[in-house]
């Protein structure tokens, strides 16, 4: 799986009856869910202890921040409409929405109350 970014679709096909995109064709994905948000939210300020996380923007655009909490590498990024972002365990995420927009997420494993890897990161980096 290539973490990160993914720039476009794996692949678009568009006839007369219009569009097919394939957003992404690697991993196992237990939970999927979509949302819309408003210019300004944040989503994130976590990390996972072993989920992968995928994020679609199906419009508008975002600002991402990532923290590896094992290596201590910061990253920077941005995704408009039709565009996605893998991301690893141990990587806090902040998602803040630039323009109103709508989203699709998967994540590799559903939430368990009994093992919740979900861990709050509230500091600034």
Same mark, same amino acid.
């Given at each position: 799986m290539n973490f990160g970014k993914q720039e476009k679709p794996i692949f678009v096909r568009a006839d007369q009856r219009g569009?097919? *995109?394939?957003? !992404? %064709?690697?991993?196992?994905?237990?939970?999927? !869910?979509?949302g %819309?948000?408003?210019k300004g939210s944040i989503m994130g300020r976590h990390y996972h202890k072993y989920t992968n996380v995928y994020f679609h923007l199906l419009s508008g655009?975002?600002?991402?921040?990532?923290?590896? !909490? *094992?290596? /201590?590498e910061k990253k920077t990024d941005s995704?408009?409409? %039709?565009? /996605?972002? !893998?991301? *690893?365990?141990q990587e806090v995420r902040v998602i803040e929405?630039?323009?109103? /927009?709508?989203?699709?997420?998967? *994540?590799s494993h559903r939430y368990d109350p009994k093992e919740p890897d979900l861990i709050d990161y509230k500091e600034d980096f």
């Open positions: 569009e097919f *995109k394939e957003l !992404i %064709n690697s991993g196992k994905w237990e939970s999927l !869910i979509s %819309n948000m408003k655009k975002v600002a991402i921040k990532t923290l590896d !909490i *094992k290596t /201590g995704l408009e409409a %039709n565009q /996605g972002y !893998i991301f *690893k365990p929405y630039l323009e109103d /927009g709508q989203f699709l997420m998967m *994540k």
